[in-house]
């Protein structure tokens, strides 16, 4: 077998995002990505994070990546280009361990969404071309560089950034006519060990294509663009993931939709007064489509383990059943217990929840929604994450959601 070393790097100094290599992404460690993808990958034989930083290094041994050294500081400035930082770990590798792999496999950690089998591939297609120094993923781009223009200035003419032969004005025809062009993305580099060691370079002069799906481009950089992709996520994307599962998509018709109280309906906070009288704080606006779910056949109710009357209260004003004051480590059984008395199938419940003992109803239901600050275990264990939070109106995006999927049926 062919030694093949997946090498994450993953340095601790980000300024867009800072710390975000160890940022919760869909629930796991923004690194935890790219490792799942080395780690489930047939061909690789060791997965080693390159980093500066102490606590990247404790989370990449979490999820299974080996680091067997910290790289130095002055390989992990902003200015730092990969090169280095690969040469140092190979060096590494060789003196210390006698270790030298025939192929590396750069994973970066800001392209986590990656389709399953994309290491193997890579890894195959440059294997088989024995000129191939590298083989880099590529999407089609999403703008034809053929219609762009060289600036110098306001006040100065504009030159075309390219010539294509046979077509005097390129930036004047048709996108049909027009050669194809790719561009690469952040999601894998297979690298033969000489291109890096010889020729000095992560990609050489032969650089062979892996061809990407563009619905897995995805190259994080801003706070906006962590949000944009955490939500293609839980879309039904198939995807490498750090718990190798398939989330269930939203059941094609819905009976039910069961929400914990506190954390869902409130935002989890309380308040008591010198009497110990507790009050929560609960969104008005959750009780706006409840008219509409029911038109469409679909009930909504609270399943909450909370035992203040509060719950009772909050679910009449909004008009609907509660059971409350369950056993914290029962609420998966009562569910169940609760769906076999009014014969309903849970392929068709919705549940939506925030903490640990939600978990077993995302068990007993056909589809787990989680609210967006739900813990981590929560997060994870979701078939959907919601954008709201829980006490804000989290019911009433769920509602939305589910109303515009049946629209869309239509």
Known sequence: MVETLALIPARGGS??????NIRSFAGYPLIAWSI?????????TRVIVS??????????????????????PELAQDRTTDLPVFEHALKFLEEVEGCKPEVVVQLRPTSPIRPRGMVDDAVRILLAHVDADCVRGVVPAGQNPHKMWRFAGEDKAMQPLLEVDGIPEPF???????????????????????????????TGNVIYPLVIDPRYTVDIDTLPDWAK???????????????????????????????????VITDGRVWVDENGRETVAASRSDSMR?????????????????????????????????IHGVDLHDKGNVLKKFLAEKN???????????????????????????????????????????????GFGALRELCELILKNIQEKK
């Open 344 to 390: 309903l199938d849970a392929a068709q419940i919705v549940y939506v929840g925030n903490d640990f003992n939600d978990l077993p109803c995302f068990e007993a239901a056909g589809w787990a929604v989680a609210v967006a600050d739900a813990y981590p275990e929560v997060l994870r264990a979701a078939d959907y994450v919601l954008k709201t939070n829980g």
């Open 36 to 44: 799942a993808a080395a780690k489930q990958a047939a061909c690789v």
């Open 229 to 263: 992709y955490e939500a293609l996520v839980y879309s039904g994307l198939e995807m490498v993931a750090p718990e190798n599962r398939t989330r269930r998509q939203m059941p094609e018709h819905i009976k039910l939709i069961v929400s914990d109280f506190d954390g």
């Open 51 to 72: 980093t500066d930083d102490p606590e990247i290094a404790a989370v990449a041994r979490e999820y299974g990546a080996e680091t067997p050294f910290l790289r130095p």
């Open 172 to 202: 004047n025809a048709p996108r049909q006519i027009l050669p194809p062009v790719y561009w690469q993305t952040g999601h894998i580099d297979a690298i033969r060990l000489s291109t890096i060691t010889s020729k000095k370079s992560l």
């Open 290 to 322: 409840i008219r509409q779910m029911r038109e469409r056949g679909i009930d909504v109710m609270i399943l909450s383990s909370e035992v203040n009357p509060v719950v009772k209260a909050r679910a009449k004003k909004m008009g609907i059943d509660a």
């Open 15 to 20: 300024k867009g995002i800072p710390r975000k």
